[in-house]
């Protein structure tokens, strides 16, 4: 068997297997971390391991001892500061998240039902409205324009948020990971001249983020009522409401297959950030 791991040991594609599952674990990391408070703390441990690295090609053998203890112990220290998190975690790993998939509503068929009751709601009563749903590109820039609310969606939530005169009215509604992330987003202006004049802000706004990044976002007309929904470079303008209904499925649906991938890192996110949160509270 010796022969055999030699072998394997030796083999160019092995060790390019080796690489690539060790920066797919890294990838997922950092997805996990994203917009939770353990990112700080991976940039941290980042800084500290780039330090090591320099202190020792210069020679800084001080240094580089003292970073070397700190790194060992550091593991160590880490486990027993974030005990409670990392027993969560493994305990939402634990219960097999897929076995409550095939119980639970796919969450992008119930982000359909709602948005589009709440758009033909304010579409009706002509109250003007401005929707991005995140996709693959990270909208945190923008998110953090805004006033960070992280709350479930419902149409109620949504139809609330736009009432005229009311603080979060003006600007735009961005959902991420199935929750209303934030209201009141100022979105990048497009400056296509082919855009037609009686178009007002937020349409040139849902077209400046589709030029920029993959959401779908969602505009209603305050003075016409008029539905228009912008996905990077395609414009649907005034829709109707089996139009709508049509379009929300083609761009929001996601596949079970999809959800189980995803669903075993949103829940220990889930877990860690909720951890995270009541430290926080108590501190």
């Not at 060790?15 to 990391?29: G, K, P, T």
């Not at 758009?119 to 960070?148: C, F, H, P, Q, V």
């Not at 979105?187 to 082919?194: F, K, R």
Request: aromatic share 8%; hydrophobic share 45%.
């Amino acid at each position: 068997m010796e022969w055999l791991s030699q072998l394997l040991a030796d083999n160019p594609i092995v060790r390019l297997l080796d690489i690539a599952i060790v920066w797919y674990i890294v990838y997922r990391l950092l997805l996990f971390a994203r917009g939770t408070r353990a990112m700080n703390l991976i940039k941290g441990v980042a800084v500290i391991i780039v330090a090591k690295f320099l202190s020792a090609t210069i020679g800084l053998h001080t240094v580089d001892w003292i970073l070397g203890q700190v790194i060992s112990w550091g593991v160590v220290a880490m486990i027993i500061l974030f005990q409670p998190e990392l027993r969560k975690g493994l305990e939402v790993i634990g219960r097999g998240f897929t076995r409550q998939r095939k119980n639970a509503k796919n969450p992008s068929s119930k982000l359909i039902d709602e948005l589009e009751k709440s758009i033909l709601y304010m579409s009706k009563r002509k109250i003007g409205a401005l929707i991005s749903i995140e996709a693959n590109d990270s909208l945190e820039e923008y998110i953090e324009t805004g006033i960070l609310l992280d709350s479930a969606i419902s149409s109620q939530m949504l139809i609330n948020i736009f009432i005229p005169n009311t603080p979060l009215h003006d600007g735009a509604v961005i959902l991420s990971g199935y929750r209303i992330a934030a209201a009141g987003c100022y979105l990048p202006l497009s400056d296509d001249q082919l855009i037609p004049k009686e178009l007002g802000t937020r349409h040139r706004a849902a077209i400046g983020l589709g030029e920029v990044a993959d959401p779908l976002t969602i505009v209603v007309s305050e003075e016409t009522g008029g539905i228009s929904l912008v996905k990077k470079d395609h414009f649907h303008r005034n829709v109707t409401s089996k139009e709508l209904r049509a379009l929300l499925t083609q761009y929001l649906t996601v596949a079970e297959e999809e959800l189980v991938e995803r669903d075993l890192f949103q829940y220990v996110r889930d877990a860690f950030t909720s951890s995270f949160k009541q430290r926080g509270d108590r501190a």
